[in-house]
């Protein structure tokens, strides 16, 4: 008979999400901790591109292909109608910036669910393998990106419930704290990509609808923030973490007493 799986008490989560929090800033810190984050930094990365190339598909155009570079930059190049109104242009630019936060702030909420930590572990692996054969098309990302799709099945295969939930709440964190590591990125309108200067995601907002950049790079921030901040909320409902209340057997009566009699 499987163990009854709890998410715990609020304290206990609210500790595992500032641990994953910890992970995640201090890692790149410590001895060998830059190679050991670099496959999940990569990661953010893959985040940040398939936003752009999901968005040019959902809004009618076409994904061509994925590039990952070693330094942990990227681009995803759509081929886009010259019917395109700007909007389309300017959604499929914001949908980079706002697409980690987004799949960090899902991961959050999948954390708060026992019943689903090991399937989103399977589902995000199975993803992560499908974009690689599908749109990858670079050599860091032919060989960090499977690894990583790995490492996430290796642990819904065979880790404990508590390290399946502890994985999903480290990628969700990950993912909502990169928008820290974009700060820099997000308030420019020019970046370097694979040693060549690019027009930002902020910049091409700019450009299809006017307004400063960093206008737009503090509304993506603000999306981004309301984001993590609603999944945070609903992962840490107190409500949420209490434990089911204990089934009786059939045959066991169960009585109450009044304290006014």
Known sequence: MQPLVTPGSQGEAIGRLVVAGLVVTMLPALPFGTYLIYPFAILTTWFHEMGHGLTAMLLGQHFEQLMIFPNGSGVAESQVSGEASRFTHAAIAAGGPIAPSAVGALLI?????????????????????????????????LWVLPLVAGILGLIAWRASPSFARFSLQFLGVLGAMSMLRDWGYLFTEQGMIDG???????????????????????????????MVGAALKYALAEHRLRPPPRKLPANVLQFKRDPRR
Not at 113 to 141: C, D, E, N, Q
Not at 199 to 224: K, R, Y
């Open 196 to 226: 060549q200067a690019m027009m930002s995601d902020t910049g091409q907002i700019e450009a299809a609808l006017g307004l400063p950049h960093w206008f737009w790079a503090g509304v993506i921030l603000l999306i981004s923030g309301v």
């Open 109 to 141: 909420v999948a954390s708060a669910h026992p019943k689903a930590w090991r399937p989103v572990l399977w589902l995000s692996a199975a993803v992560i393998l499908g974009s690689v054969l599908i749109w990858v098309r670079s050599l860091t990302g």
